[in-house]
């Protein structure tokens, strides 16, 4: 290879749960560079999600990493040419990739949500992805699906 790979950027936790899965969620939930207005979001979030599930005997921070385990997909396909016939091959994710779709795909789905405010939305997705349920969960569920059906392919992985 030519160039080298670039240096990973380490993180710094989040201000209020010192948790880096936090900081790295409100990185990917943040537009036009507003993390303030995005910690904001999350954190009220998290407080609707308290409110609303007290039943529960969970933190609002363990209902939402336990939704992130749910809808973290563990294979996806990519498409792969071979002779004139282009394939649907399953492969396996890399754990820090993994972790970038599960939270593009809540923010996805949360913003497609209907609602008053945001913090609203994503807390709606995050109690759905909880409960087994909801935009995230089901995007997760098409993609394990798909890679089953495509499995007879996984011999032509690069």
Do not use: C
């Not at 009220?44 to 999600?49: E, G, K, N, R, S």
Request: aromatic fraction near 8%.
């Amino acid at each position: 290879m030519r160039k080298s790979k670039p240096k990973k950027i380490q993180l710094t936790p989040d201000p209020k749960y010192k948790d880096l899965l936090v900081s790295r969620f409100v990185n990917d939930l943040m537009l036009d560079g507003k993390k303030n207005t995005s910690y904001k979001i999350f954190y009220d979030a998290l407080d609707i999600v308290g409110q609303k599930m007290k039943d529960s005997e969970m933190s609002p921070l363990e209902i939402w990493k336990k939704a992130q385990e749910k809808i973290t997909p563990a294979v996806e396909v990519k498409s792969r040419r071979v002779g004139g016939a282009t394939f649907q091959v399953p492969m396996e994710i890399r754990s820090d990739r993994k972790i970038s779709i599960g939270n593009k795909n809540m923010i996805e789905f949360a913003r497609k949500r209907s609602g008053r405010s945001m913090s609203e939305k994503l807390a709606a997705e995050i109690m759905a992805a909880f409960n087994d349920e909801g935009g995230a969960y089901k995007r997760k569920e098409d993609t394990h699906r798909m890679a089953e059906a495509n499995k007879a392919f996984s011999h032509f992985r690069f």
